[in-house]
């Protein structure tokens, strides 16, 4: 009987350590004025482990099933540009929906992009048009995931396990 076995009858062979990448998320909320052209404006600080980042989606945060009466949908409507401290990712803003896709249908980006740790990414989030919301408000909120993987060092073998 190994180690891992004595510490625990329930795991096996194939609980252990799956290895070093595992997927990671990073997100952030940005309010964004309603009006037409309103900027709202978000930052992620990665943590200091290499990062893969194979996407990005976006979501309208709120109560989006009922627009008639609330005045906010997750239309896709809003333009995105993001950078980080050595680059820009397009030659102008981008129109989320044709760019990144919908929750249904999300666009990967075209090749995976290698980060190293420690870096922060900014987000620039434009409206596309005035939107009227129920109640009044002067912003609106739309949260930015990005996806990928992390590195989270060598595995730890079963034996080494207290």
Known sequence: ??????????????????????????????DVPVGLNGVGIG??????????MDRIT??????????????????GQYYLEWEEQQSRYQNAPLLVKSAYGSDHYPIPLSLPIAFAGNRTFKF???NAYARTLNPD?????????????????????????R
């Open 1 to 30: 009987m190994n180690q891992m076995q004595q510490q625990n009858p329930l795991l096996g062979v194939f609980d252990r350590d799956p290895g070093r990448w595992r997927q990671f998320k990073y997100g952030v909320d940005i």
């Open 43 to 52: 930052e992620i600080e990665t943590l200091n482990q290499p990062f893969i």
């Open 58 to 75: 976006c979501a309208v945060v709120g109560d989006v099933t009922d627009p008639v009466t609330t005045g906010l949908a997750d239309d």
């Open 124 to 126: 620039r989030v434009t």
């Open 137 to 161: 408000a002067e912003t609106f909120r739309v949260h930015v995931t990005m996806h990928g993987v992390a590195d989270w060092g060598p595995d730890t073998p079963p034996s080494s396990v």
